[in-house]
Structures are given as structure tokens and as C-alpha cells.
């Protein structure tokens, strides 16, 4: 079987390595991929992953039995509507039904209707407008590109002039294009966070382990937004308790409230959660696909095929699926480039990659092959990877192997995996 995988990040890079092992798979394809996803049974295709056309005609070309959407303009493009007119076999939602990610608004109205917790909000197109509202409601608060802005487009703000400068960045400045054009500001949420995410097949729901994402650039959550800096599995802040209390609150709602709506939800569907501490939960985000950083550390753990259960989503069937995970914890630490995440420095040559050890592996995010050599192509350049039977020992050899690669002007955080520490001592 030949598989499909579209995007270049370190979350595809994760997916293509996964459904590589399968029996079932004889070649995967990444398109457009990076410096690290052509090896063993895994080629890389220089396709944009806007040009939908191109795509399609690949996966005909080459018989490919199943397409796997990694990040979201492509979904936001219609892709999946594109494959579908075509006969050809893909996992993700709809353009229709990624609004939920495209859209800000879309997906707080959304939560709205269907009485999803969420913070509460307003959205605007017009500055003074959003100018009163800040100064009605004081700071800190958040302001929010509507569309799609790279994980980016989401400024907390600790006084009202900061987020009167966010919004003027948005609608009058134009920082962020189309994707900014409109700006949904809502009430600022104290808590932990968590990202829960299952996948659905527009009735049936299979949830992932827990996971938890760590935005912010530097160490004790300071600095500036970011894509994400490093991840871990699972997250011992959603006990059994709270698992269900998302499930019924959030994820169940949310499939049904789509499938209600007329678009029927198949793919990855992410919750970004806020959790109190009377573990109260509120959704912050939804993302229509794998998170990523989260994506390394989850698909690190699970030991059983990950392809039948893409392929039974596609086909309605993912009742019959069952996913086996691996005991024990998992760690990715993002080495981001040089001045990320504000315009970062490229180009820079990466060494000392190897990495022995099976319970370790390093994923290629903003990585190019030029020669024999790796260099740096992006802001996050990579997520390096490490599993082990507790958490202390993960963070240990997650950290042994970061310190060992080399480039330029690299940043890193120390603390990933620190969160959870009380969290397992507090069961204890």
C-alpha cells in the first residue's frame, strides 16, 4: 500500500515514521517533507501543499490508497473536498468542517450554540469598537487573529494598551492579512493547560492519550507566543475523572453539534483546554488536525498499526478500532532557530544528529537537505524525542540528546515536563 502524507513539519515527519512501520504499507511519501523524512521506506515529493490540483494528480499517478492531511491551510483549502470529487481516499475534515480551526469566530459561535464551555467573547472588524470593549473589560485579556495565523496570531494581553497595540497590529497594520481581518477578544483564563485530542469519523470518537503543549517561548512560561516548544504524554492533570468530564462536556458535543450543523467531522480533532484548579475546563481552541508539538511524544507511544484505524475513520468504521499505548511517559523538546519566533535566522548547518538509543529519535521540523548536510529552514527546527518508563528518566534522556546537537544560535526550554512532576506527586 502506498501512502500519502502532505506537509513538512515535525508533525509529519512523526505521522510518515509512524505509518512507515506498518505491515501494511510498502512506500509513504511526504509531500513537500524536509530535511529528514527521506529515509528507510519514506520519499519526499516537492509539491506545494497549496496546490491541490498537483496533489490530486500524484495520488492518481501513483496509486496512493490513502492521503493523511497534516496541517491546516491545506484543509482550509478545500483539499479534502478536492480529493473527495475525485474518488480518492483521505483522512481529514472538510473545508467546511475546519472552519473550527480557519475560524476564530466560526468556532466560538460554534461552542456558543452548542453550549460548549468556552471564554466568554466578542468579535470585531471595527477598531474603536474593540478599543471600548478592552477598556470595558481591563486586562489582562486576550486578543485573537480570526483565521489562520501559524500559531501565532494570539496575543495575551497584561495591560489595555497591549491589547489595544495587538489589535491596532491586526486591523490597522495588517500584521497577520486576511487571517487578522477580523479579531475575536476574549476574557482571560487562569488554569493548566491541556490538549485532548480523538480521533472521529463523524458518529464514532477514539480518543488519544493526554497530552500537554507548552506555547509560550521560554522557560516558567514566559516570553512570547509560539508554535510550540515542547510537549509530553501522557498529561497526569486529566485523570480518569476529568477525561470523562471532557468527553461529555467538549468532544461529544462537539462531533454531534457538526454532524447537526451538516458537516459531518472526520480527522483529527484537537481541544486546547483550560483547567482550573477545581478542574473546571474551558476550551480555548480547536484544531481540525494533529497538534504539533503534541504529535511527536503521542505517536512515540502508541505501539499498535496506526494505519487500520485512518483507514476504518475514512470509511465509518472506527468502532472496530482499537489503539494500544505504551506505559510509561514521552518527551519532545522543540530546538527552535535563532530570533524565533519573530523572523528567524536560516540556513544554519546542523551536526551531531545521531541518535542510538531506540527509545529516542529526532524529529525534523524546519529542516532542508542541501549535499550531505542538514541545515536549518524554519523557526522550529526540530523535536527531539524520548520515552522511558517514568517521567525524570524521559526528561533526562530528552535533555541528554538535545544538548548534543549542534547549530547556530539554537534556544531550547529546560523545563518541559516540569508541570507534571506535582502532578504525579500529588497520587502518590
Avoid at 189 to 196: C, K, N, V
Wanted: net charge negative; charged share 20%.
Amino acid at each position: 500500500m502506498k501512502i500519502l502524507v502532505i506537509g513538512n513539519g515535525g508533525r509529519e515527519h512523526a505521522i510518515a515514521w509512524k505509518l512507515a512501520q506498518s505491515n501494511l504499507v510498502d512506500l509513504v511519501y511526504v509531500a513537500p517533507g524536509n530535511g529528514g523524512t527521506a529515509t528507510g521506506n519514506q520519499k519526499i515529493k516537492n509539491i506545494n501543499l497549496k496546490n491541490n490540483h498537483e496533489l490530486i494528480d500524484f495520488a492518481k499517478q501513483n496509486n496512493i490508497e490513502l492521503t493523511v492531511v497534516g496541517p491546516e491551510l491545506p484543509l482550509s483549502l478545500g483539499i479534502v473536498n478536492d480529493f473527495h470529487k475525485h474518488g480518492l481516499n483521505i483522512f481529514g475534515p472538510t473545508k467546511e468542517a475546519a472552519q473550527l480551526e480557519s475560524s476564530k469566530d466560526f468556532a466560538k459561535a460554534f461552542m456558543k450554540k452548542h453550549q460548549i464551555p468556552t471564554a466568554d467573547y466578542q468579535t470585531f472588524t471595527e477598531i474603536k469598537k474593540a478599543h471600548a470593549y478592552i477598556l470595558e473589560k481591563g486586562a489582562p485579556i486576550v486578543i485573537k487573529a480570526d483565521g489562520l495565523a501559524a500559531g501565532k496570531g494570539v496575543i495575551v494581553a497584561q495591560t489595555e494598551d497591549e491589547a489595544i497595540a495587538a489589535v491596532n497590529s491586526m486591523l490597522a497594520d495588517n500584521k497577520f492579512g486576511n487571517a487578522g481581518a477580523r479579531v475575536v477578544i476574549e476574557e482571560f483564563l487562569t488554569g493548566e493547560e491541556a490538549s485532548f485530542i480523538v480521533i472521529a469519523d463523524g458518529e464514532n470518537i477514539l480518543p488519544l492519550a493526554s497530552s500537554q503543549d507548552h506555547k509560550r517561548l521560554l522557560n516558567d512560561d514566559l516570553g512570547p507566543n509560539t508554535g510550540g516548544m515542547g510537549a509530553y504524554s501522557p498529561a497526569p492533570i486529566v485523570d480518569d475523572a476529568l477525561h470523562e468530564k471532557i468527553m461529555n462536556l467538549v468532544i461529544k458535543p462537539t462531533v454531534q453539534g457538526m454532524k447537526q450543523d451538516g458537516f459531518n467531522f472526520v480527522g483529527f480533532l484537537y481541544a486546547g483546554l483550560m483547567i482550573d484548579a477545581n478542574k473546571n475546563i474551558k476550551t480555548l481552541e480547536f484544531n481540525c488536525r494533529l497538534g504539533d508539538p503534541e504529535t511527536q511524544p503521542l505517536l512515540f507511544r502508541i505501539k499498535s498499526d496506526l494505519l487500520p484505524v485512518l483507514l476504518n475513520a475514512t470509511q465509518g468504521k472506527l468502532n472496530e478500532s482499537i489503539i494500544e499505548w505504551e506505559d510509561g511517559y514521552s518527551i519532545t523538546v522543540v530546538m527552535a532557530a535563532e530570533n524565533y519566533p519573530n523572523t528567524p535566522k536560516l540556513g544554519d548547518v546542523i551536526s551531531q544528529l545521531e541518535c542510538n538509543d531506540s527509545d529516542c529519535f529526532i524529529f525534523h521540523a524546519g529542516t532542508k537537505k542541501v549535499s550531505e548536510e542538514i541545515l536549518t529552514s524554519g523557526g522550529r527546527v526540530l523535536g527531539v524525542t524520548a520515552k522511558a518508563m517514568n517521567l525524570s528518566e524521559a526528561q533526562k534522556k530528552v535533555y541528554q540528546l538535545t544538548k548534543q546537537i549542534q547549530f547556530k544560535g539554537s534556544q531550547y526550554r529546560t523545563d518541559i515536563g516540569n508541570k507534571a512532576f506535582n502532578r504525579i506527586s500529588e497520587k502518590s
